[in-house]
Antibody, heavy 116, light 107 residues
Framework: EVQLVESGGSVVRPGGSLRLSCTASGFTFGDFGMSWVRQAPGKGLEWVSSINWNGGITSYGDSVKGRFTISRDNAKKSLFLQMNSLRVEDTALYFC?????????WGQGILVTVSS | EIVLTQSPGTLSLSPGERVTLSCRASQSVSSDSLAWYQQKPGQAPRVLIYGASSRATGIPHRFSGRGSGTEFTLSISRLEPEDFAVYYCQQYGRSRTFGQGTKVEIK
């Protein structure tokens, strides 16, 4: 069974940093691209970032470009999102998802709250 | 950026009815790179359709996707009680963007 479990969410001040992690199981992690998608409270889905199978290709949504960095460790079956210069509008539930282009399995999400 | 506009915003329907949801792109979506997702309250989204018309694994045949270029639709042939949810389209032909969602609610 495919499982994706996010961790690292927290309350952080504007301008602060946070690193999210996603641990995968139930599939060959290194064979798949991975992504982060977020959902602000009561709002729709917003694509954040994607990474290809070996980490050689990364892409970002305009709202996070230059502030967030996606990375992966295939040996540890883990996906990461380093978030810097956080803004109030980054407050959201962050989902880890399998797939570089469309997303066929999702974690349950981890809450990031940016507030003073 | 390709903007996806979904319509209508909300649909009030009864179980057993047929429904068609619309997703319009601001530019042509290359290679029919469009997916549909279903999200229920408190749950992660679930992919229904990818490549505009291919059903994902385990998705019932009552769900079907059509379209190309800038016009795409998701149809549900007969609404089951578990189909009442929010539906999102997403394009992955140029970067990735989601539509704002269509809520299908019980009438």
């Amino acid at each position: 069974e495919v499982q994706l479990v996010e961790s690292g969410g927290s309350v952080v001040r504007p301008g602060g940093s946070l690193r999210l992690s996603c641990t995968a199981s139930g599939f060959t992690f290194g064979d798949f691209g991975m992504s982060w998608v977020r959902q602000a409270p009561g709002k729709g889905l917003e694509w954040v970032s994607s990474i290809n199978w070996n980490g050689g290709i990364t892409s970002y949504g305009d709202s996070v470009k230059g502030r967030f960095t996606i990375s992966r460790d295939n040996a540890k079956k883990s996906l990461f999102l380093q978030m810097n210069s956080l803004r109030v509008e980054d407050t959201a539930l962050y989902f880890c998802a399998r797939g570089e282009f469309y997303f066929d399995f999702w974690g349950q999400g981890i809450l990031v709250t940016v507030s003073s | 950026e390709i903007v996806l506009t979904q319509s209508p915003g909300t649909l009030s329907l009864s179980p057993g009815e047929r429904v068609t949801l619309s997703c319009r792109a601001s530019q042509s979506v290359s290679s029919d790179s469009l997916a549909w997702y279903q999200q229920k309250p408190g749950q992660a989204p679930r992919v229904l359709i990818y490549g505009a018309s291919s059903r994902a694994t385990g998705i019932p045949h009552r769900f079907s996707g059509r379209g190309s270029g800038t016009e795409f639709t998701l149809s549900i042939s007969r609404l089951e009680p578990e189909d009442f949810a929010v539906y999102y389209c997403q394009q992955y032909g140029r970067s990735r963007t989601f539509g704002q969602g269509t809520k299908v609610e019980i009438k």
